[in-house]
């Protein structure tokens, strides 16, 4: 070997080496970036799991509750829980007198402290003329405080004044941190130590109900039809052009799609899982499609002539034999097209589903939002509690998308067939 081809081939090495280095690096950067993430989101949202709640005892007094004596859904839902609350914390520090002080030990509980009365009521009105030590939710401020995420004289919310009286709270064994169940079980609200992502998970699962049971089936006929029945012609490559096209058109366009479409000419309802699942279906139409034809493909041809040979009609061929072999990499790109619909924010906003959605939705046509746009609400509140709330919300729909992303690599694995 002469010495410029010795050169040459030390040079080539030196190239790949490089080459290697760079992709060793990209990759390295993306895996911190994704950790860095990760531990940021789970770092700010995992306390939201805990609730601090106080021990306080309550005199459920009549006077309050029923002045009348009656005992009237309607009228213990509308009674005033309020002075019951505020009787009991000052009972627990009597020597508060001062106007300031009776407002800062309001602030000790949230307007949670009311809902969870009021349950209990509702519930039992036997409670009516008891005492009871009642545990109660803390006000965010002082969960925030409770759980380290704010300091007092660093922006915090919380008093000296307050502080006292949650450390001779403490020393009685009167706070404590309990698993939020409220977080799983509850709606939207405008109080951090209140909110709930259920309401945003029902309307999640109503609106990928629907795009499923839209986009999959026209996704699959459109697949056979393309792969199968299509001429191959100048209009025919126009369709695969405009399908391909469509896949990386951005979100939003489709949302203003459905917002002229569906809303303006149909007069479909706003904020409905009706209209935000048609919207989600155009949007993941395409990415089906594809994943549809590259599966119908990947078929082999002696499949469908060793169907045709023994008498098969094309619609049995179809039916019968390349349809279940494609199966499981159309439920892959399925899958993987309703994780994408999962997390996406911008169509579903321009629809209207950002609304601010107290109940939790019972049907395809009621008012409701999806997660993600819950999450996006959240992180608009400026409350230290909202932030906590708005990272335990993205943990939860994380999840959900690790669990659509697994289950379309499990199926892939479990039914894929080599050839």
């Not at 366009?253 to 935000?276: H, K, T």
């Not at 048609?278 to 549809?292: G, N, R, W």
């Not at 199926?411 to 067939?417: A, I, N, P």
Request: glycine fraction near 10%; charged fraction near 20%; aromatic fraction near 8%.
């Amino acid at each position: 070997m002469t010495p410029e081809a010795i050169r040459r081939l030390k040079r080539r090495y030196a190239a790949e080496r490089r080459f290697k280095a760079y992709g060793i690096a990209a990759m390295t950067f993306a895996a911190a970036a994704l950790l860095l993430l990760l531990v940021t989101v789970v770092g700010n949202g995992y306390t939201a799991f805990w609730q601090t709640q106080l021990r306080i005892e309550v005199f459920f007094d009549p006077d309050a509750i029923a002045p009348a004596g009656t005992t009237d859904r309607r009228r213990l839902m509308g009674a005033d829980y309020r002075t019951v609350l505020l009787d009991a914390v000052s009972a627990r520090f009597p020597e508060v007198r001062d106007r300031d002080g009776l407002r800062q030990l309001e602030g000790l509980v949230g307007s949670g402290a009311e809902v969870q009365l009021r349950d209990m009521v509702v519930a039992d009105p036997g409670l009516i003329g008891q005492r009871r030590q009642v545990w109660l939710l803390a006000h965010s401020d002082i969960d925030m405080l409770i759980k380290g995420q704010t300091r007092l004289g660093d922006g915090a919310r919380v008093t000296e004044r307050q502080a006292g009286w949650l450390t001779a709270l403490a020393r009685g064994g009167d706070v404590d941190q309990f698993f939020n169940t409220r977080f799983f079980t509850g709606a939207d609200s405008r109080d951090p130590e209140l909110v709930g992502i259920l309401g945003g998970v029902v309307g999640t699962t109503f609106t990928l109900l629907i795009c499923l049971l839209l986009a999959f089936p026209l996704g699959v006929m459109a697949a056979v039809y393309l792969e199968e029945y299509a001429p191959k012609n100048r209009l025919t490559d126009i369709i695969e052009v405009n399908i391909n096209n469509l896949a990386a058109v951005p979100s939003i366009v489709f949302g203003l799609l459905g917002l002229s479409v569906f809303i303006n000419f149909f007069g479909m309802p706003r904020s409905a899982p009706l209209v935000g699942g048609s919207v989600l279906a155009l949007m993941s139409l395409p990415t089906i499609i594809i994943a549809a034809r590259a599966a119908l493909r990947a078929v082999p041809p002696s499949i469908r002539e060793g169907a045709l040979g023994v008498g098969a009609s094309k619609m049995q061929m179809i039916g019968h034999h390349v349809l279940p072999l494609a199966m499981p990499g159309i439920l892959t790109g399925t899958i993987i097209a309703m994780a994408h619909a999962l997390g996406e924010t911008a169509p579903l906003l321009m629809i209207g589903m950002v609304a601010f959605i107290t109940d939790i939705p019972t049907d395809p046509l009621s008012a409701s939002t999806v997660l993600p746009v819950q999450i996006f609400m959240w992180a608009d509140h400026p409350e230290r509690g909202f932030v906590e709330k708005t990272s335990a919300g993205i943990i939860v729909l994380l999840v959900f998308m690790l669990v659509m992303n697994a289950s379309a690599v499990w199926l892939r694995r479990k039914f894929e067939r080599r050839w």
